[in-house]
Structures are given as C-alpha cells and as structure tokens.
C-alpha cells in the first residue's frame, strides 16, 4: 500500500530552521498532489501548504515567507524547508498526498478536495 515516511523533524531554537522531509512508496509524486499540515495536542490539525495538480504552491499565511515545500520527482520525496521558526510552529507535522484526477480536457487535472494519503508524523519542537 501507499507509504508516506516523514523525517527531519527534531528541536531546533527560534529562528532556526529545519527541513522535513517526505519519502513516498506506491505513489508517484509527480502526478499527485501533495501537501504538509501539522496538529498540536488538543487542537485540529492546520493546513500548512500544498502543491496542486499544476505544481503551484499555496501556503498558510502564518508561514508565508518562512517556509517552502518543494519535491524531488527523481527521489518521490516531498520537502518542506522552515526558516525563522518561531515557537508557535511547534507542532507534529504530517504530509499528505492523493493522486491528481482528470476532468476533461478543456479543464485538464484538478486536485480532490480530500487527502487520503497520511504520513505518521514528525516532531517539530522550537524553543525560544
């Protein structure tokens, strides 16, 4: 089945930075669409960014500027580099990816609202 492996996680200071990484197995990366969330105790899990089916990228506005997912179609990794990290990214961040869907040719692939691909989880912890 569908793996998701995340690592690069670990405790850095405020303004460090740190770079996730997502390592995919039975999917292909290149034609899916991908995308990074993270969820502390207690609190619903927090889109972070995404890739859609274009390639485009899209990010939340608490990390807009700091942070920049990226892919390796070569390796079907997914990153995500986090500069100036603050305390309030710490957090279990997941990645996610579901495979892109052709609509027609006139409209060419979209992105289905849902994720069904779930990584386990890498622990970012920033301390001030």
């Known amino acids: 089945q569908v793996q998701l492996v995340e690592s690069g996680g670990g405790s850095v200071q405020s303004g460090g930075s740190l770079r996730l990484s997502c390592a995919a197995s039975?999917?292909?990366?290149?034609?899916?669409?991908l995308g990074w969330f993270r969820q502390t105790p207690g609190n619903e899990r927090e889109w972070v960014a995404s890739?859609?089916?274009?390639?485009?990228?899209s990010y939340a506005d608490s990390v807009k500027g700091r942070f920049t997912i990226s892919q390796d179609n070569a390796k079907n990794t997914l990153y995500l580099q986090m500069n100036s990290l603050k305390p309030e990214d710490t957090a279990m961040y997941y990645c996610?990816?579901?495979?892109?869907?052709?609509?027609?040719?006139?409209?060419?692939?979209?992105?289905?609202?849902?994720?069904?691909?779930w990584g386990q989880g890498t622990q970012v912890t920033v301390s001030t």
């Open positions: 890739t859609d089916s274009d390639g485009r990228t």
């Open positions: 996610a990816a579901v495979e892109r869907r052709w609509a027609s040719s006139r409209l060419g692939y979209y992105c289905p609202p849902d994720f069904n691909y």
């Open positions: 039975r999917i292909t990366i290149s034609v899916s669409c």
